[in-house]
């Protein structure tokens, strides 16, 4: 399994707020030093209680498209989509790996997983390099929509680490070289996705509460009145 410091300062990024240790390097302050920050830097204090999704893969069910065109990138992107994902708390029963050709395969065998409602969120992996011909735009477009639109039909999320390169380079910098690992973002993005979907859906009331409520009145005071 691949590991690199720079998917811990990933991790650490994600989960710690990558502005902040942005920031931090900069004017080489911690949190607790503030007064150290430069007035024409400092962000106004806006107190607004965010809904988000945890990092915690705990008790969660993923999927990984992985696309075999390219695998020397897109195995790497798996190994540090499943290191994400363990790192997380996820345990290695809970993750499914599912093999397709190429990166125009991923939207469909996504969608037919997303569609068994057995799993949390999908993460699709793979690695579109540009080629001479108008093949890779043709194959971009479908599978960044193909990927959009499963997400959006199954309220499965999907989470979106396919490269789209204009040369090997680029794509081995954004499987663990110069640019991180962008299968461990897509693994991290996955994680909060999913518990974000269930935050949402723990705040909305379901649609029978909704039914049993019209206008605005409850039941015993309708009762009441009739
Ligand atoms: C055919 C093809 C080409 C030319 N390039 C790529 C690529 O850069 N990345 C990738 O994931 N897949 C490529 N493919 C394969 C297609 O995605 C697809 O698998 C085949 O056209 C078969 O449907």
Known sequence: ?????????????????????????RHRVTQKKNTEIPASDRLPQIKVKALEGKLS?????????????NSFITERLFQSAFDGLARCGTKRKDIDLVRVPGSFEIPSAARALAETKKYDAIICLGCLLRGDTAHYDV?????????????QETGVPHAFGVLTCDTLEQAIDRAGLKMGNKGFEA??????????KKAVSRQAPSKKTLMSRPSGLSQSRRRKKH
């Open 1 to 25: 399994m691949l590991r690199s410091s720079r998917d811990d300062k990933s991790l650490l990024a994600n989960s710690c707020g990558s502005q902040f240790l942005q920031f931090s390097r």
């Open 57 to 69: 893969g705990a008790g969660k069910r993923f999927a990984i498209v992985v696309a075999r065109f």
């Open 139 to 151: 194959i971009v477009n479908e599978v960044t929509r193909g990927i959009g639109q499963s997400a």
């Open 187 to 196: 693994a991290l993005a996955a994680v909060e996705m999913a518990n974000l």
